[in-house]
């Protein structure tokens, strides 16, 4: 499967650097090494939420479901381009390049192979309009890389039916994300999603888990929304 995977990515490649379109001077490159060098990487900061500080401000994640948060760059620049080139232009290498940075960086309490990877669910809505989950091909790379399970056992139960005629408000309450478990679901777990934002997705997939009986030990990301 990995060889087929591969030649697939192979096709499905862009030209250029995934980040800046210029031309690569090889063929298995995939950032060019401007962009190489101008990688957001973060430097450890709170353990709970993955930020480098909280800037006065209380940690966002003190009440959450997850006891930590990780992610190796930060959202911008460089990062936030290879999160476009797999969300929007489908670039399932960039998906792999963004495993491969988190692989190189993971904490090493992290990496155990009793310890399943989970991908947050995808929005129904937005998986059919893209006909792939980011999170998912983000997830499955990385737990290929590092050797880890891979457990695809979350599901999105919020309809966008049930947001037609809601107000704006309805529909960015917490309660509209409506998370479940399919199938059995690991003892341990790391959920991961391409992007934390506000980490309402995560949290919400944590809490799933949890119901279901799943140790959630991380929530990992690829990129921070600072
Ligand atoms: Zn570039
Ligand atoms: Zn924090």
């Excluded at 250029?16 to 430097?43: F, H, M, N």
């Excluded at 353990?47 to 500080?53: A, F, V």
Aim: charged share 20%; hydrophobic share 45%.
């Amino acid at each position: 499967m990995s060889r087929w995977l591969a030649e697939l990515v192979a096709l499905l490649a862009p030209p250029g650097c995934l980040a800046c379109g210029c031309a690569l001077g090889r063929a298995d490159e995939r950032l060019c090494a401007t962009c190489v060098r101008a990688l957001p990487w973060l430097r450890p900061g709170c353990r709970r939420c993955g930020l480098p500080r909280h800037r006065g401000r209380t940690c966002p994640a003190a009440r959450a479901a997850f006891p930590r948060a990780w992610a190796p760059v930060a959202y911008e620049g460089v990062s936030q381009r290879l999160v476009a080139a797999l969300k929007f232009r489908g670039a399932l290498v960039a998906g792999d390049l963004m495993a491969a940075h988190m692989a190189a960086n993971l904490p090493v309490a992290l990496r155990d192979p009793a310890i399943a990877l989970v991908p947050v669910p995808a929005a129904p809505a937005r998986r059919r309009r893209r006909g792939f989950d980011p999170a998912r091909v983000l997830t499955l790379a990385l737990a290929r890389r590092i050797d880890q399970p891979f457990a695809d056992c979350l599901v999105r139960a919020d309809r966008t039916a049930r947001q037609v005629g809601s107000s704006r408000r309805e529909r960015r309450a917490p309660g509209r994300l409506l998370i479940r478990v399919r199938g059995t679901p690991p003892s341990l777990a790391i959920l991961v999603d391409d992007v934390h934002t506000t980490g309402a997705t995560l949290d919400a997939s944590a809490r799933a888990l949890a119901a279901g009986g799943t140790t959630v030990v991380a929530a990992i990301s690829y990129a921070r929304t600072l």
